[in-house]
């Protein structure tokens, strides 16, 4: 009885929640091996591709700059790869490396870390999608973890791998929706952030989505992975020669389509969970 208890209560916690900050840990727990290499590998190579044209640029993209201004307590952490980027830090390892290896805290350093780059929307996007890309393996990690403690000896296969809905959400919004099997849900919600990230992109002249000037606001637009990947290829190189009257306007229009194709994502995930687990009634829970 002891034994059976232990195994119920896998999967809960905070230990399996800052195991997901590696890509790749949960499958390494869960004995799949050559998933955890996959996942960890690919995360790192993601980064370090994208890392290899911005540097020291990640730290000017943090929530929090270990500038000159900053506190002795964020230099400290920036030397020893603690830097504040979203989503990168979701890709702990490589987030922490990429820091330690482009660390210079002299005054040309910290030049460095203003300076734009060649191609760096690209290389923006592409350290940003590693820590997604973890994010989508960890969610792939407790969900396989909540197969194993709650659907019992042979557990029904999903409609679709919840995490894979999600991801594939990122990138197009609606897209988990079909794989689900909800094409006309997937297809509405798609529409839906869509035309929300057209206006703001329009309004703005194109300068809504860009990391170096509006890092905060591009945490959120990145959210809708494809629609940032368009803009760091499309419009985010583009000169901006005097502010669009209604440039503000339009980055919180592509935020909030961002922040609304986070929701897609997560009911994305729950249509595909809920095929294996689905919601209980009011009456079967009083019974």
Same mark, same amino acid.
């Given at each position: 009885?002891?034994?059976?208890?232990?195994?119920?209560?896998?999967?809960?916690?905070?230990?399996?929640?800052?195991?997901?900050?590696?890509?790749?840990?949960?499958?390494?727990?869960?004995?799949?091996?050559?998933?955890?290499?996959?996942?960890?590998?690919?995360?790192?190579?993601? /980064?370090?591709?994208?890392?290899?044209?911005?540097?020291?640029?990640?730290?000017?993209?943090?929530?929090?700059?270990?500038?000159?201004?900053?506190?002795?307590?964020?230099?400290?952490?920036?030397?020893?790869?603690?830097?504040?980027?979203?989503?990168?830090?979701?890709? /702990?390892?490589?987030?922490?490396?990429?820091?330690?290896?482009?660390?210079?805290?002299?005054?040309?350093?910290?030049?460095?870390?203003?300076?734009?780059?060649?191609?760096?929307?690209?290389?923006?996007?592409?350290?940003?999608?590693?820590?997604?890309?973890?994010?989508?393996?960890?969610?792939?990690?407790?969900?396989?973890?909540?197969?194993?403690?709650?659907?019992?000896?042979?557990?029904?296969?999903?409609?679709?791998?919840?995490?894979?809905?999600?991801?594939?959400?990122?990138?197009?919004?609606?897209?988990?929706?079909?794989?689900?099997?909800?094409?006309?849900?997937?297809?509405?919600?798609?529409?839906?952030?869509?035309?929300?990230?057209?206006?703001?992109?329009?309004?703005?002249?194109?300068?809504?989505?860009?990391?170096?000037?509006?890092?905060?606001?591009?945490?959120?637009?990145?959210?809708?992975?494809?629609?940032?990947?368009?803009?760091?290829?499309?419009?985010?190189?583009?000169?901006?020669?005097?502010?669009?009257?209604?440039?503000?306007?339009?980055?919180?229009?592509?935020?909030?389509?961002?922040?609304?194709?986070?929701?897609?994502?997560?009911?994305?995930?729950?249509?595909?969970?809920?095929?294996?687990?689905?919601?209980?009634?009011?009456?079967?829970?009083?019974?």
């Amino acid at each position: 009885m002891h034994r059976s208890r232990n195994s119920v209560a896998k999967g809960l916690g905070w230990g399996v929640f800052l195991a997901g900050f590696v890509p790749g840990l949960l499958q390494y727990q869960l004995g799949q091996k050559k998933r955890a290499i996959a996942a960890f590998v690919g995360c790192t190579a993601l /980064f370090f591709v994208g890392w290899a044209i911005v540097r020291e640029r990640l730290f000017y993209w943090a929530l929090l700059t270990p500038d000159s201004g900053g506190s002795e307590l964020l230099r400290g952490g920036a030397r020893f790869g603690f830097v504040t980027a979203l989503p990168e830090m979701l890709n /702990f390892p490589a987030n922490v490396l990429g820091a330690i290896l482009a660390w210079d805290d002299s005054p040309t350093g910290e030049r460095l870390w203003r300076m734009p780059r060649n191609l760096e929307h690209f290389g923006g996007w592409l350290t940003g999608a590693s820590g997604m890309l973890a994010a989508f393996w960890s969610a792939a990690g407790h969900w396989a973890l909540r197969l194993r403690r709650d659907g019992g000896e042979s557990p029904a296969p999903p409609v679709a791998d919840p995490a894979l809905c999600a991801a594939l959400s990122w990138l197009v919004p609606g897209l988990g929706h079909a794989r689900a099997g909800q094409r006309s849900k997937g297809m509405l919600l798609g529409i839906a952030v869509t035309a929300v990230w057209l206006l703001g992109l329009v309004t703005s002249g194109g300068h809504a989505i860009d990391r170096a000037n509006a890092s905060v606001w591009w945490m959120g637009e990145n959210l809708f992975g494809g629609g940032s990947l368009f803009a760091a290829l499309v419009t985010g190189p583009w000169a901006m020669l005097s502010e669009p009257p209604n440039l503000q306007l339009g980055i919180v229009l592509c935020t909030v389509a961002g922040l609304m194709n986070l929701v897609v994502m997560v009911d994305a995930f729950t249509v595909a969970e809920r095929s294996v687990f689905p919601l209980s009634t009011g009456r079967e829970a009083t019974a």
